[in-house]
């Protein structure tokens, strides 16, 4: 019998990209579009491992892997995403994650990760490792780097708002309201020393988040 595979991914194309990847080995569960419809799923469906992307409505992926793990539920769950920064691999880790794997990477990787999670092990993309556990070697963060300070939804927010999308949208992409993602904005412009909008763009491609 193939092993189960749940879909978490909120970007229909990929989802049907990934689904033609997965067939040949594994049972396609089921492809959901958000966090809560994660939990949701995973509860019903019991599959042996989830691929989720980290940023979806309504909870992200990390989210709601914690709500999972909060019920006790401990399927492999493993992202695939776009975000290269550290702090969410190591967050995704602590989270309980099974694996942490770029979608721009091999797609061998992704097989693997999949493999490492059912045999109950952890995958991360080879790029990332060594910088993920020289952080996690660290320690928790008194880190004086100050994106450090922001919370995941800021992050989230700050890779949408390099990408060129507006409040509204990033509103209507994370289940949030504008008001809220303009808050998330000026704390984020605070915490990095930022006069303007454009400015908190410039300091987060510098650092390496957006611009792809």
Known sequence: MRPRVLLAED???????LKSLLEPDYELAGIVEDGRAMIDAVRRL???VVVADVSMPLLNGIEALEELRREGIDVPVLFLTMHRDVAYARRALEAGAAGYVLKHAATSE???AIQA???G???VTPSLAGQLFEAMRAG???SPDPFSRLSLRQREILLM??????AKQIAARAGISPRT????KYQMMEALGAKSSAELIRIALRHGIGGE
């Open 161 to 166: 708002l390099t990408e060129g999308l507006s």
């Open 46 to 48: 019991h599959p042996d």
């Open 121 to 123: 092990g952890t995958f």
């Open 181 to 184: 993602v303009e808050f998330h």
């Open 11 to 17: 970007h229909r194309i990929v989802a049907e990209g």
């Open 110 to 112: 992704l097989l693997q």
């Open 140 to 142: 928790p963060a008194g």
């Open 117 to 119: 999670a059912l045999a």
